[in-house]
Nanobody, 125 residues
Framework: VQLQASGGGLVQVGGSLRLSCVASGRTFRSYTVAWFRQAPGKEREFVAAIRWSGGSTFYADSVKGRFTISRDNAKNTGYLQMNSLKPEDTAVYYC???????????????????WGQGTQVTVSS
């Protein structure tokens, strides 16, 4: 599976962006898709994840209520809708996918076999 993330950009505080993660490969619909982010000088951190069926979603506390993860298996695409953006959301955002991650491990980088190249999100105050 190859992943291509896009949709990042520069936005003002309180604004919105939608990130997309397009996957190649017929098995995408069976994968868990996640978003991680890495701010300058910080470690990469979990943002959100969604199960293959879309029935289960997981969020970091810092984005809960502001970000929404979704997917369209027919389009082999995962999305991250980001609303009410804050300066602390500034980071490079990465999408990731896994065919075998369990619920208790969705927040860990090591659980994901496939990664996209990252897209920059900058929130200006």
């Amino acid at each position: 599976v190859q992943l291509q993330a896009s949709g990042g950009g520069l936005v003002q505080v309180g604004g919105s962006l939608r990130l997309s993660c397009v996957a190649s490969g017929r098995t995408f619909r069976s994968y868990t898709v996640a978003w991680f982010r890495q701010a300058p000088g910080k470690e990469r951190e979990f943002v959100a994840a969604i199960r293959w069926s879309g029935g289960s979603t997981f969020y970091a506390d810092s984005v809960k209520g502001r970000f929404t993860i979704s997917r369209d298996n027919a389009k082999n695409t995962g999305y991250l809708q980001m609303n009410s953006l804050k300066p602390e959301d500034t980071a490079v955002y990465y999408c990731a996918a896994s065919g075998s991650v369990i619920n208790t491990s969705v927040r860990y980088e090591a659980s994901y076999e496939y990664w996209g190249q990252g897209t920059q999100v900058t929130v200006s105050s």
